[in-house]
């Protein structure tokens, strides 16, 4: 957003070793797939409602555009899939992962010479002039006019699709509906299996979304047999590259289901669990000195940031902490935000949170 794999196969063999072949299932519909859905083959048109908006395809996309949001889960699930020759544009890229494969794979994608504004996001004129055929959007927010970025209206009267990743449509969206809102508060990693089965769909790879999801949720599943019944550490996880996001200029201390659930299934608790997301805007010192830590985990947002720096920094600003007294930290990436990585979190942080396991 590390320390490596939890004796599984790394996410490297699922990214470039899967068959090049896939399938896909028909049908008219809204943009969630069932997990249970057994995989077959797309027939086009292929129509969707996604975030009220309707999109239909008559072929898999052959242009697309990846806009930045900063989040890097829209393309790294285009690369588990091995749609790469389809992408026109990205501009995800964090340079760093939890899987260095992936941070390779993302280097080697066409940039289109995208040039993000200062709120990361593509402007419109650079959208329209690449002439892509679809364009992706991590939120709704990446179709803000406000923020001198295209439309969703304004791309579709010129003959270019548009996709949202359907649980974050409440984002960035004043009018969500109910129904959008919660499915945002409810964000999971079952939402990362989700949207990687609707890219499955769109683009005739059903069979190599399915496969990719079973061997995450596997490796998952792996990870939480071996920590079960283990009393749980509590874990605290700091971006020290992100405090730009907290109103206190502290590291952004993450939360959310995502995270919450990473961290479960490496054995632990975060510490600060069941707080909104928002609270990286808020938790101040006094907040932080208050948490029972026993791991800390050092978020890594660039490659030049120093991991091992920020950690004894931290420990010598928290030394009640029992992370501090121990030294125990472990390092992470993208893989406890919404995306295909988590499972590698997961193993990657049991290491350090249940070493006996």
């Not at 930290?329 to 997961?346: D, H, Q, R």
Request: proline residues 7%.
């Amino acid at each position: 957003m590390f320390d490596r794999e939890f004796m599984l196969p790394t996410v490297s063999a699922a990214v470039f070793a899967l068959a090049a072949t896939g399938c896909g299932t028909t049908a008219a519909g809204p943009t969630r797939v069932e997990a249970d859905a057994t995989p077959g083959k797309t027939s086009y048109p292929l129509t969707l409602d996604n975030c009220g908006q309707k999109v239909a395809f008559t072929r898999p996309p052959r242009r697309v555009l990846i806009l930045n949001g900063t989040s890097v889960g829209e393309v790294e699930s285009f690369i588990m899939l091995g749609l790469q020759r389809h992408i026109l544009a990205n501009a995800q890229s964090y340079g760093v992962s939890d899987d260095p494969a992936m941070a390779s794979a993302i280097k080697a994608l066409p940039t289109g010479g995208l040039k993000p504004n200062r709120n990361f996001e593509v402007p419109a004129e650079q959208v329209l002039a690449a002439k892509p055929d679809l364009v992706v959007s991590h939120w709704s927010g990446g179709f803000d006019a406000r923020k001198g970025l295209a439309t969703r209206e304004q791309l579709a009267a010129a003959g270019i699709n548009t996709l949202v990743n359907p649980v974050n449509c409440a984002y960035g969206k004043p009018e969500a509906t109910p129904g959008e809102k919660r499915a945002y508060e409810k964000k999971s990693i079952e939402s990362s299996f989700e949207f990687l089965r609707l890219l499955g769909r769109i683009f005739d790879v059903q069979h190599r979304a399915a496969q990719v999801t079973t061997d995450l949720r596997r490796r998952l599943d792996a990870v939480r047999a071996r920590t079960a019944g283990r009393p749980p550490k509590r874990v605290l996880i700091a971006y020290p590259g992100m405090s730009a996001m907290n109103a206190n200029g502290l590291p952004a201390v993450w939360t959310g289901r995502v995270a919450d659930q990473v961290v479960r299934a490496a054995g632990g608790v975060n510490a600060f669990e069941g707080r909104s997301p928002d609270a990286v805007n808020t938790i101040n010192k006094e907040q932080l000195a208050a948490a029972q830590v026993d791991v800390l985990v050092v978020g890594v947002f660039q490659p030049n940031e120093d991991p091992a720096a920020a950690a004894r920094g931290l420990f010598a600003g928290y030394p009640q902490w029992r992370a501090s007294k121990t030294r125990t930290y472990a390092t992470v990436a993208e893989g406890v935000f919404l995306g295909p990585l988590n499972a590698v979190a997961a193993e990657k942080l049991a290491r350090v949170v249940q070493p006996d396991a």
